[in-house]
């Protein structure tokens, strides 16, 4: 075809999770079938990308200054859950196992890729922690040496408040994408079984 086609190809071959076929069918299908769906699907991403940023708090994205969770009067305000990434708060969510509030790091820490301590969302949980009234932490991050070295720094970086508990879930979840791709039942087992760190 022409290279109007293959520019689109390319760019949806870009997005996570498609393959050479799944996005040649996406284009096909926009080009085709559904003429409308193709502009209403690009309408709704440029009002996503615009409306939506991250929680001044907890770094879920949301419209406005705060997010739903960290608005919920209901949530456990006490006690905060320490994830890499919006898709993992989503997965949690999902399982409905957790009812305290998010910390989302946005990656975790590996100097081998130059992830260092302050390209992540780690301020804003020292902030939190000091005007809060958190006195539980619980790390939902990989059960990889990436995700276990962001713990142990996190855990430095709070020595400082030893009221604080710190406890880890992940076990029993696999590892690379362990929470994402974990289904409720497993979240929730995990969750139930975090280890208390001494
Ligand atoms: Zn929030």
Request: aromatic share 6%; with cysteine; charged share 20%.
């Amino acid at each position: 075809m022409n290279n109007s086609y293959d520019t689109l190809l390319s760019h949806l071959r870009k997005l996570p999770g498609l393959g050479y076929r799944s996005a040649e069918r996406i284009a096909i299908h926009l080009l085709t079938d559904k003429v409308q769906s193709g502009k209403d699907l690009i309408q709704a991403i440029e009002d996503a990308q615009m409306k939506l940023s991250p929680c001044e708090d907890c770094g879920n994205l949301c419209e406005g200054d705060l997010c739903e969770i960290c608005l919920n009067p209901s949530r456990i305000k006490c006690a905060i859950c320490i994830v890499e990434n919006v898709l993992d708060l989503m997965a949690i969510e999902r399982s409905g196992t957790w009812n305290g509030l998010y910390h989302v790091l946005s990656g975790k820490l590996s100097p081998i890729h130059g992830v260092l301590p302050e390209h992540l969302n780690f301020k804003s949980l020292v902030s939190r922690i000091e005007h809060g009234a958190v006195d539980e932490v619980i790390f939902a991050l990989s059960n990889d040496i990436e995700g276990n070295a962001t713990c142990h720094y996190i855990q430095d970086l709070l020595s400082d408040f030893p009221n604080i508990r710190f406890s880890q879930v992940g076990f029993g979840l696999p590892s690379g994408g362990g929470v994402t791709f974990a289904d409720s039942s497993t979240l929730k087992s995990a969750f139930d079984g975090r280890r208390v760190y001494d």
